[in-house]
């Protein structure tokens, strides 16, 4: 949650602060340096490569933590509540500024909230681990196959939202400035959801002598969601009325 924080962080500086502010403001300013530090960040090979690294460790944590949960129906539905108040929000933004490939049609929310719905609707018929393995696996092979072999970027003008939708669900192309396709992603839920149900069977720490106490990062942790909510929130809130007061306009 943390790196994904900076992540954000950076994809502001990159890209927010242009998209708000015109770039004859910005050039030869304290900023400009702070927009290209951002974007060579977002670049950068080594930051591509541990991404989808730490994106598999989210995933899977995320499929662990629901293997713990008694009704994931309700948590599902909950998760995608949330995310399409999200593609409402980027949606108004990108209204705003004019920048539409911000909008956020399918991202990790939406990818998180289906791949729950899915497992609570399997749990109905069965329980057994092994089948939630092999439904990741698969999942996971046929989403690396549309990966490799067609998922490339499109643009919202190329096509409509809901056509764009459908084709981050099975991974055949990728959009917006979020994007989690269900069948590569999704299936890393799934593994960690059989991961939950293989080490934490007694639901007891694999840790010997784990005590663990309130400090921040373990708030963190217990509210990872509503942290996700806000965060954003706050950094581009921060960044806009640090810029104001600095002296720059908003170009709208």
Same mark, same amino acid.
């Not at 995310?83 to 705003?96: E, Q, S």
């Not at 099975?170 to 593994?191: M, R």
């Given at each position: 949650?943390?790196?994904?924080? $900076?992540?954000?962080?950076m994809? #502001?500086?990159?890209?927010?602060? /242009?998209?708000?502010?015109?770039? &004859?403001?910005?050039?030869?300013?304290?900023?400009? /340096? +702070?927009?290209q *530090? &951002?974007?060579?960040?977002?670049?950068?090979?080594?930051?591509?490569?541990?991404h989808?690294?730490?994106?598999?460790?989210?995933?899977?944590?995320?499929?662990?933590?629901? =293997?713990?949960?008694?009704n994931?129906?309700?948590?599902?539905?909950?998760?995608?509540?949330?995310?399409?108040? $999200?593609?409402?929000?980027?949606?108004? $933004? %990108?209204k705003?500024?004019? =920048?539409?490939? #911000?909008?956020?049609?399918?991202?990790?929310?939406?990818?998180? &909230?289906?791949?729950?719905?899915?497992?609570?609707?399997?749990?109905?018929?069965?329980?057994?681990?092994?089948?939630?393995? %092999?439904?990741?696996?698969?999942?996971?092979?046929?989403?690396?196959?549309?990966?490799?072999?067609?998922?490339?970027?499109?643009?919202?003008?190329?096509?409509?939202?809901?056509?764009?939708?459908?084709?981050?669900?099975? @991974?055949?192309?990728? %959009?917006? @400035?979020?994007? *989690?396709?269900?069948?590569?992603?999704?299936?890393?839920?799934?593994?960690?959801?059989?991961?939950?149900?293989?080490?934490?069977?007694?639901?007891?720490?694999?840790?010997?002598? =784990?005590?663990?106490?309130?400090? /921040?990062?373990? *708030?963190? &942790?217990?509210?990872?969601?509503?942290?996700?909510?806000v965060?954003?929130?706050?950094?581009?809130?921060?960044?806009?009325?640090? +810029?104001?007061?600095?002296?720059?306009?908003?170009?709208?």
């Amino acid at each position: 949650v943390l790196l994904m924080i $900076f992540d954000h962080l950076m994809f #502001d500086f990159a890209y927010l602060i /242009p998209s708000l502010f015109t770039k &004859g403001q910005i050039i030869g300013t304290w900023v400009e /340096p +702070l927009t290209q *530090f &951002g974007v060579n960040y977002w670049n950068w090979d080594v930051r591509i490569v541990f991404h989808y690294i730490f994106v598999f460790v989210f995933l899977v944590l995320a499929g662990i933590c629901c =293997s713990f949960t008694k009704n994931n129906l309700i948590r599902s539905i909950k998760l995608i509540v949330v995310a399409y108040l $999200f593609t409402l929000g980027t949606f108004i $933004f %990108a209204k705003i500024t004019g =920048s539409y490939n #911000d909008i956020i049609s399918f991202g990790i929310l939406h990818c998180i &909230g289906f791949a729950l719905l899915l497992i609570a609707l399997i749990e109905l018929i069965t329980k057994n681990k092994w089948v939630f393995l %092999a439904i990741g696996l698969v999942f996971i092979g046929v989403g690396l196959f549309m990966e490799i072999q067609y998922g490339d970027y499109m643009f919202y003008e190329e096509g409509n939202f809901f056509q764009l939708t459908i084709y981050q669900l099975c @991974g055949y192309k990728t %959009a917006g @400035g979020d994007s *989690f396709q269900l069948f590569l992603y999704g299936g890393q839920v799934f593994l960690g959801y059989f991961l939950g149900k293989l080490i934490y069977k007694d639901r007891k720490s694999i840790f010997k002598n =784990s005590k663990y106490s309130n400090n /921040p990062i373990t *708030f963190i &942790g217990r509210h990872s969601l509503i942290v996700y909510i806000v965060h954003q929130i706050v950094l581009v809130g921060l960044i806009v009325v640090i +810029l104001l007061i600095a002296g720059f306009n908003l170009k709208l």
